[in-house]
């Protein structure tokens, strides 16, 4: 089989690929707008592409005729999506409706991640068949993109997720790794008691895909953590497994603080129908706390040695 993953510096697509490259004999196609990559083995080619031009990205993808796009590009920073809300579109929206076409051409299994973003926050954690009310413009982008591959596609997964984090090659950050910054500065740093989530490690959201490929699923399946908490619980969590001072980490109220977005109170995702479908174990927020510490004391070179310079 031949996959093709785009957003290949992003660390879902990172864990994704090193996963894949591990567990099948499958050729892996790597698609991001700049990276410098260090191909050692065959089973792995990249390419560079610029997403908003929709000619190159077809003569790309018509070329290699993969067998599964698995799209990880996205514009995720929540508040700049919403003073950037051309460039939001473009990627979270307008990417993924290009892709959907593409693939009703050669006739490919599109899957596409989204959030738990796509949610109002009023019931969480959401079930899959959840109505979305999103209440940003990055919630709103990533809704019109799951529609793009309801509508127009039949051999369509959408993968979603929340409170994502994982080791980069690229210093992508994430939430856990703000926290350890704040944590490493040693002074008090002010954290929210709301904004509930279902923190997830990359590994969980690879080894989905994984096992929505093998099993040749499609729909919408939640790949997330199974311990629902907030950021200020979040954050003492961290503090527990990485030695730090939880005593630095003061709560405030969700309205002592001024984001450009509005954040979903109680979002988060159940993940019953992962676990019957597909088999799927997913981590509680300590384990993948550990397993995210492992990672990071190994080094960038135990994540993706293989991959990038």
Same mark, same amino acid.
Request: proline share 3%; glycine share 4%.
């Given at each position: ?5 785009? *957003?290949?510096? &992003? ?51 018509? #070329? ?16 700049? !999506? ?48 959840? +109505? ?33 984090? *994982?080791? &980069? ?35 969980? +959201?690879?080894?989905? +895909? ?22 200020? #619980? ?6 527990? !497994?990485? *030695? ?17 977005? +509005? ?27 550990? &397993? ?18």
């Amino acid at each position: 089989m031949n996959i093709l993953i785009t *957003g290949a510096t &992003s660390k879902t697509a990172e864990a994704i690929t090193r996963i894949l490259y591990a567990e099948t004999d499958w050729t892996i196609y790597l698609l991001s707008s700049h990276f410098t990559f260090k191909q050692t083995s065959h089973r792995i080619k990249s390419y560079t592409v610029n997403y908003l031009n929709l000619v190159e990205l077809k003569k790309i993808i018509y #070329e290699l005729k993969p067998d599964v796009i698995i799209n990880c590009a996205a514009l995720t920073n929540v508040d700049e !999506c919403e003073t950037n809300r051309k460039l939001c579109m473009d990627l979270n929206a307008t990417l993924v409706e290009n892709l959907a076409s593409i693939s009703r051409v050669i006739d490919c299994h599109l899957i596409t991640i989204s959030t738990d973003f796509i949610f109002n926050g009023k019931k969480g954690p959401y079930v899959e068949d959840a +109505i979305p009310e999103p209440l940003n413009y990055y919630g709103k982008c990533k809704h019109i993109a799951e529609n793009s591959c309801r509508v127009g596609l039949t051999k369509y997964t959408i993968i979603r997720t929340s409170v994502v984090f *994982g080791v &980069s090659s690229h210093n992508k950050g994430n939430f856990i790794s703000t926290l350890l910054e704040k944590f490493n500065a040693e002074k008090e740093f002010k954290i929210i008691t709301g904004q509930w989530g279902t923190p997830t490690i990359t590994d969980d +959201i690879a080894q989905c +895909i994984l096992k929505v490929l093998l099993y040749k699923k499609y729909g919408i399946y939640n790949a997330a953590g199974t311990t629902f908490l907030n950021r200020y #619980e979040l954050a003492v969590k961290v503090a527990k !497994c990485f *030695g730090f001072d939880s005593s630095l980490v003061i709560p405030i109220y969700p309205s002592e603080i001024n984001q450009r977005a +509005i954040r979903p109170e109680k979002a988060g995702l159940v993940t019953l129908k992962a676990k019957t479908d597909l088999k799927c174990e997913y981590a509680d927020i300590d384990s993948a706390l550990f &397993s995210y510490r492992l990672q990071l004391n190994e080094g960038q070179q135990f994540y993706s040695n293989f991959l990038y310079n």
